[in-house]
Structure formats: structure tokens, C-alpha cells
């Protein structure tokens, strides 16, 4: 009973020491699309992925409700690192719902504005902060009313600085000039307590953890497997320290303290039978100040684990050569490494000639009907002397350019259409991403890799009705110097039993370093003597390895590779069933160079409507 009554105290008592207006929230998932368009657009780093932040102790005086909650210690501020924007999942700082809504894009513009390096560099907050929001009103002179809105709602939910002690009354005006004149406060009055978060500002003391994980330390971490809540992306603040000793201890004359101090330590690769209890330390965690973050060589289950499931030679897809060297880009030194990532190209050791399954026979059907019907599909040809009608458009460009000249002769008289025969001079290759993620499960009946096989029967049937050239490869890696390449059909091979063999044996692989993959598919491609060459990338998640190759480094990689394709003429696109997708994919292909599939299931059904589309667009049919 008295349990009870105290679950029910302290949720009445935290409700009503609670600040901020519910009824008014605006959460981040709410405005995510338009504010990373909003925040790309200023100028922000398009690389940056918007997501939400984690609260972060301040040294505020907390009023009389909150020290009796015990809340009120702890809040959300803006920041940005090299990898993501951190905003807060949810604001609801005014009564106003657009005015909380407006205060996400105002900190997205102040993350977002190109501000001079000496900005960056210095160390006192509060000027930080009014230099920043000089150089974004002046850059963005149109935000000027939503600031200035922004600052007398603000202002007016502020301590009044008449009832506070002269040194808190004194700190307060400098905030409230400062946020009203920006630039005219430069240094903080001292006072006992920090002042009050200012929220229309960027964190003071952002909360970095750089330096606690290297390339080595980070081998454990299972890269494919994202996580898409918000409360589950939030950055942790942690420092290093030493591994506590392990010795064994005598229960009952363990002191108190020196039982709670070695019950926080615990390791973070434990064995699948703990994981019911990740809630739990997520809200640990949620609680903690400051995370204590110790190295511990020892190997882990998880590693062992790893390890032990690698196929042994004789099991192994069968190595078609020792391998090939490709560079991959390091952005932090700004250029391309030479020899990094050595690609292994594969064929199925297990594969058994087969036709295709019957669940896909008719489907198969109705694509290789459409399908056989491009290459005799007629196509109007612009731009001829003579033709079957007449261009209206090149019929009025001419006479304009008669008119304003003067001359009967001006401008070019091929002002009819031709019908001819499409030629489809096309080359495609699709590669298809192989890693450990798609194990997953789409449904209660199928897996990610079961759709991307169908989807692959189906890709396969459709170009070999069309007679265009095709090839279809698979990719997956573990880390630089091994990167699988399996082959499953090549150019110069017929589409037959022994290619839907090799699809039927397709199989969730290790990791995804998708930059070597689509280098080495470029090469490939390449050689290909077809006018159009159309490189399609089939994938469920980001680029990621077991070493350095995840988050910035990952993406900048292979946007490079990206860019690489397009400057040898080949036209990358990428088909994703990734729900983040819209967080990078944006930035690597372009808002045009993508799409995502919501249902995955839809995928087998979508992938050869898409290759008839973007074909159809790229041969002007």
C-alpha cells in the first residue's frame, strides 16, 4: 500500500512540477522531412543526419516544485557534430503550437548558417551564441520575423529579473539583451547559480564523447542492425575510466556505496539471454549523467560467436581470383587512399540449376509480356526535315525566330516527328546488397532476403524478355581486405537454369562497405559498349563495417564512389526499402537518384516497373 501511494505521489508531483504546455507539443518526428530539407537548403552540411538529441544536466537554481520532484535537472538543447544535427525529440516551450514548431527550423537555421571560424573556436557561450544568430539574420534576412517573434513569446516565460537576487537579476538581463540585441552582451555577469537554458540557443557544452571509441574498439558493434526511434538515437555523454577490479566479495560486508559504484559497471556485450533487460538500462541510461565507459580486452560471447559462424573454405562460395585493390575516400584528410579495400569476386559453391519457383510463374508471365513489347515499341524521333506530323513547338520557334530577325532563312527548319523503331541500346547492372541485416524479418512469413531473391527472379525475367544487356551481383564485407562480390550473372552470359540457381542460393552475408562494391561495379559496367549504362543499387540500410567504415566516413565514401560513376557516364540508382533512408540517401544520389519502397513485400512487383520506368525516361521512349 505504501508503494502505492508513493507511484502515485511522485507521478503527481512530477506532473505538476512539469514546465512546458503538453497540450502544444511539436515532436520531431512531426517536422523531420521539411526541417532537413529546410536545414540543407541554409547551407547545412548535407552529409549531417537529423535526429534527436538527449538530455543533458545544467547548473540552473530549480524552483521549490522541482526540488521536490526531483526533476527539472536535466533538459534538451540543440547542437551538431560531424555525423548528425541533435535537436530535441519533442518541444514544447510555448503555449503556441506553430510558435514550437517555429523554434525547431529557427535552431535548424542557426546549425544550418556558414558562420567565420572564430565563431567556432571560441569558448564563451553566450557570444557564441549572438555571433551565430547575427550571421544567420544577415544571411537569412527573411527569418527576422519569426525571431523576433520567437524572442518576445521567449522573453515573456523568462524569470522577471525584479524578483530575482541582484546576481541572478543581473545574469538575466545580459540573457534577455542579448536575445533582443544580439551582439551587444560580451561576457556573463558571475552569479552562484548557471542561468536559466536559453532554448533559443545552442548547447553551451555540447554533449561530445570523441576520443572514447577507435577504430579497433568499435570491432564489436553490430553495425547492421539500425534503430529507428528517436528515443533510441539519442547521443549519450560519457567519459573514459579505468575497468573496476573484479575481484569476488564477501556480500555482507560489502559497503553500500561500493555495491552501487560496482553494480553500474557492466559489460555492453552480453549474451543474448540478457537482452530482455534492455528497456530497463535504456532508462538507466536515461538517468545517468555522465556514462563511465572502461576497456575491457577480453573476448566477448558476441565475438566468439562471430567467429565461430564464418563458413570454413570447403563450405565457402568459391574465389573466382586473389582479388582486386580500389581506393576509398577519407574525408577528414580530404583524398582517396590508394589500395584499401580489396574486392573478392565469388560464385555459389551450392548452387543447384532450378527453374523459377511457382509462387513467381505468373507474375513472370505478365512482366515478360510487357516486357517484349519494348524492344518493338515504336518511338517518335523530334527534330527531323522531313517526318509523319508536324512539331509544333520547333513550328513556332521557327517562325519567332524568322520574325525577330527579319530573315526568311533564320533558324533550323526540322520541324516534323519521325516514327522509327526503338533501339534499346542499354546496358544494366544491378547489385544487390547481401549483408547481415537482411536476415531481418519483413512479415510473420518472409525475410528481407527472401524478397530481394524474388526480387532478383523477376528483375532477371524482365530483361532477359526485353533483350537488354544485364548483369546481377551481389555484395557484402567484412571489413577492408574482405569484400565479397558474388557474381550471379555476368554480361556475357545467357540468362538460364544455372543463373535462377545461383538467385535461388542467395543468403544474408556479413557487412556493408557499399563504396568498393559500387566501384567495382562501375569497372565492370563500364566496359559495356551500350550508349545508356544504368547501375542499380538494391539495398535495405547504410553503409557500414566492423572498422572505422559507419556513420560520416561510411557515406562520405560512398558518395565519392558515386560520384565517380556519374563523371564515367553511368547513371546510378538506388532502390531502398530503408526507412531512414531519406536521412542520407538524399545526399549520395540526389533527390532524384532514389526511391524508397514502403512495403518491402512490394518489392518483387516494383523493381521491374522502376527498370521500365527510368529506362523508358532515359531512351526518350
Known sequence: MEEQVGQIWDRLITRVAKQGYAKAAVTLDQVKGPL?????????????????????????????????????????????????LYLPAQLDVFPDRQLNRDLYFWLAAMAGARVPA???????????????TLHTLRQFQGLHPRYLSLVQAYIALRPEPERLKPEAAAMEQAIQQALIQPGSVTALPEARFAPDPVALWLHPDPPRSAGLLNSDDAQDRNASKGQTRQTQQRRRQAERVEKPEEQGFTMGVRHEADLFSFAEFSKMDRATDEEDNLDQAENIANDIDKMSVAQDNTTVAS??????????????????????????????????????????????????????????????????????????????????????????????????????????????????????????????????????????????????IDVIRDSVHLFAESLHAS????????????????????????????????????????????????????????????????????????????????????GRYGVEDTRKAILEARNQGLIPFCITID??????????????????????????????????TLTGKLLGG
Open 467 to 550: 533483350g537488354d544487356q544485364f548483369a546481377i551481383h551481389g555484395f557484402s564485407s567484412r571489413r577492408r581486405e574482405h569484400v565479397r562480390f558474388n557474381c550471379i550473372k555476368d554480361f556475357n552470359e545467357n540468362y538460364d537454369a544455372r543463373v535462377r540457381g545461383r538467385i535461388a542460393d542467395i543468403s544474408p552475408g556479413f557487412y556493408t562497405r557499399m563504396g568498393a562494391a559500387i566501384r567495382h561495379a562501375t569497372d565492370l559496367l563500364g566496359k559495356q559498349p551500350a550508349q545508356k549504362k544504368l547501375l542499380l543499387l538494391l539495398t535495405d540500410g547504410k553503409p557500414n563495417d566492423l572498422d572505422r567504415y559507419e
Open 118 to 132: 572564430e565563431v567556432h573556436q571560441s569558448r564563451n557561450w553566450i557570444v557564441d551564441n549572438q555571433q551565430r
Open 36 to 84: 532537413g530539407v529546410f536545414f540543407r537548403a541554409l547551407g547545412g552540411d548535407s552529409a549531417l543526419r537529423v535526429t534527436a538529441t538527449t538530455a543533458t544536466l545544467h547548473k540552473a537554481r530549480r524552483n521549490w516544485l522541482q526540488r521536490v520532484a526531483g526533476s527539472g535537472r536535466k533538459v534538451e538543447l540543440a547542437w551538431q557534430d560531424e555525423t548528425c
Open 303 to 448: 565475438r566468439i560467436k562471430f567467429d565461430l559462424d564464418l563458413p570454413s573454405e570447403q563450405e565457402d562460395d568459391i574465389p573466382l581470383s586473389e582479388g582486386v585493390l580500389y581506393p576509398e575516400w577519407d574525408f577528414k584528410k580530404d583524398q582517396l587512399l590508394p589500395n584499401q579495400c580489396r574486392i573478392i569476386p565469388m560464385m555459389s559453391r551450392n548452387a543447384v540449376d532450378c527453374e523459377l519457383p511457382d509462387h513467381l510463374q505468373k507474375p513472370a508471365r505478365r512482366l515478360r509480356r510487357q516486357f517484349e513489347s519494348l524492344s518493338a515499341r515504336p518511338q517518335w524521333i523530334r527534330g527531323q526535315y522531313e517526318g509523319d506530323k508536324l512539331d509544333l513547338d520547333a513550328y513556332l520557334d521557327y517562325r519567332g525566330a524568322i520574325a525577330s530577325s527579319g530573315s526568311a532563312h533564320a533558324g533550323d527548319p526540322r520541324l516534323y516527328y519521325q516514327k522509327r523503331p526503338l533501339i534499346r541500346d542499354m546496358a544494366c547492372l544491378l547489385l544487390a546488397d547481401l549483408s547481415l541485416s537482411t536476415d531481418a524479418w519483413v512479415n510473420d512469413t518472409s525475410q528481407v
Open 579 to 612: 526507412e531512414e533512408a531519406n536521412q542520407y540517401l538524399p545526399y549520395l544520389f540526389g533527390h532524384q537518384g532514389y526511391t524508397f519502397i514502403r512495403q518491402a513485400e512490394q518489392l518483387p512487383k516494383r523493381l521491374p516497373q522502376l527498370y521500365m
